[in-house]
């Protein structure tokens, strides 16, 4: 069934569940709309549970004619941690430099998410994804061809290290403690996100606050967040292999990205043939609320490219 009008009154929303890999992980999950609808596979990037994809952008995704799935990557929400696999400071900073090494990669995130389909009997998937879940998405795409309808990669780069750079001063946030406590891991991630936030689409304090104490209640470690990071660190340049994705690709970037500099969307661009470049003027490294409709357009316009 291909998208209708929106219905978003009468969109059908799971209970959050769990599937068990063939690697041993268990990873939470959570569907919107119709399971005979076409479905969307939405990757989060690091550190980020599966509920910073809100609950109302789902809603209205999936009310465009969509079978919605959400998921906690691991070391992330609900979904396994990997507390055995210590990270250091110091193994961070040489992952920077270029000389490091990771408990896993970004191929092995995007064999859980191939894994999760399977759980979910799904062939393929229209797939999106946002910062490291874009770098997810694109392996995908490139290692589990046949399971991607659509790709849609939002703020996110092709492991080249000429492009898609971390301004200095944020890496320095992104270092800097998270605090011991819930308030205080509340407090520092209101604080910290200003610093990537897009300056043309502010999120309110309180807004930005109730996030952060969900973040945290559902599972936030800190070791995850530093394996996760290690992962991006040490990623491949995907740039000639993503010259064989063949499926329509939509590629969304903000003017304003501190975090994950646009040329990484570009780059993004210019390798898959048939891409299409939307910049976002203002646009910093999140989700505002104010672009939920051009997210949703963008997705849907290019999974009707791919009928």
């Not at 646009?283 to 849907?300: C, K, N, R, S, W």
Request: glycine share 10%; with cysteine; aromatic share 6%.
């Amino acid at each position: 069934m291909g998208p209708g009008p929106a219905r978003e009154e009468s969109v059908a929303v799971s209970e959050e569940s769990f599937a068990h890999l063939p690697s041993g992980l268990d990873l939470c999950h959570q569907t919107f709309g119709h399971p005979e609808d076409e479905p969307v596979l939405l990757v989060m990037g690091l550190g980020g549970p599966m509920t910073w994809w809100p609950e109302a952008f789902c809603v209205q995704l999936a009310a465009r004619g969509f079978h919605v799935i959400r998921f906690d990557n691991r070391d992330t929400g609900r979904s396994t941690k990997l507390r055995h696999h210590r990270v250091s400071r110091t193994d961070i900073v040489k992952a920077y430099l270029g000389r490091g090494s990771a408990p896993y990669g970004l191929d092995d995130l995007a064999d859980d998410a191939a894994a999760l389909l399977d759980h979910l009997g799904i062939d393929s998937a229209h797939v999106v994804g946002v910062s490291m879940g874009g770098m997810i998405a694109q392996t995908l795409a490139v290692e589990h061809a046949d399971r991607v309808r659509s790709l849609t990669s939002i703020m996110s780069t092709t492991g080249r290290r000429r492009v898609g750079w971390i301004h200095p001063l944020v890496m320095r946030t992104m270092l800097a403690p998270a605090g011991r406590t819930r308030p205080e891991y509340a407090e520092l991630s209101v604080r910290n996100g200003k610093a990537v936030a897009s300056p043309a689409f502010p999120t309110p304090d309180d807004v930005a606050h109730a996030r952060a104490l969900e973040t945290y209640d559902r599972g936030w470690i800190a070791s995850g967040v530093s394996r996760h990071m290690l992962a991006v660190l040490t990623q491949p340049d995907r740039t000639e292999r993503l010259g064989a994705v063949t499926v329509p690709t939509q590629v969304i970037h903000g003017s304003k990205d501190l975090l994950v500099h646009r040329s990484g969307g570009r780059a993004t661009a210019a390798a898959i043939d048939g891409a299409e470049l939307l910049e976002i003027a203002g646009m910093g490294h999140d989700l505002p609320a104010q672009l939920y409709g051009t997210f949703v357009d963008a997705i849907a316009a290019t999974a009707a490219r791919a009928r």
